[in-house]
Nanobody, 115 residues
Framework: QVQLVESGGGLVQPGGSLRLSCAAS????????MGWYRQAPGKQRELVAG???????NYADSVKGRFTISRDNAKNTVYLQMNSLKPEDTAVYYC?????????WGQGTQVTVSS
């Protein structure tokens, strides 16, 4: 069983930056896909960014050019660098990891973009 723990959320002003981290209790090398999702109040959870084990990335249109996902298999950690943050980026951000054996989720970290 792999546990995912997110960190790095907080309150930031519009235009600011944050870097989220997702640390796994075990190896992420076997996770063929890892992603960051977010859920704002009253809205469905949505995919923000994902990265395959081969390093191929995909992004929601709303964050392209502003967010960057990366993974460090040696540190068993996935990152989400968020720049030029907007109030509409406010949400709880969740880390997800997929293995053949199943799906794993973190507990989430709150990101609030407000002046």
């Amino acid at each position: 069983q792999v546990q995912l723990v997110e960190s790095g959320g907080g309150l930031v002003q519009p235009g600011g930056s944050l870097r989220l981290s997702c640390a796994a209790s075990g190896s992420i090398a076997s996770m063929y896909y890892m992603g960051w999702y977010r859920q704002a109040p009253g809205k469905q959870r949505e995919l923000v960014a994902g990265i395959t084990s081969g390093g191929i990335t995909n992004y929601a249109d709303s964050v392209k050019g502003r967010f960057t996902i990366s993974r460090d298999n040696a540190k068993n950690t996935v990152y989400l660098q968020m720049n030029s943050l907007k109030p509409e980026d406010t949400a709880v951000y969740y880390c997800n990891g997929r293995k053949i054996s199943g799906d794993y989720w973190g507990q989430g970290t709150q990101v609030t973009v407000s002046s």
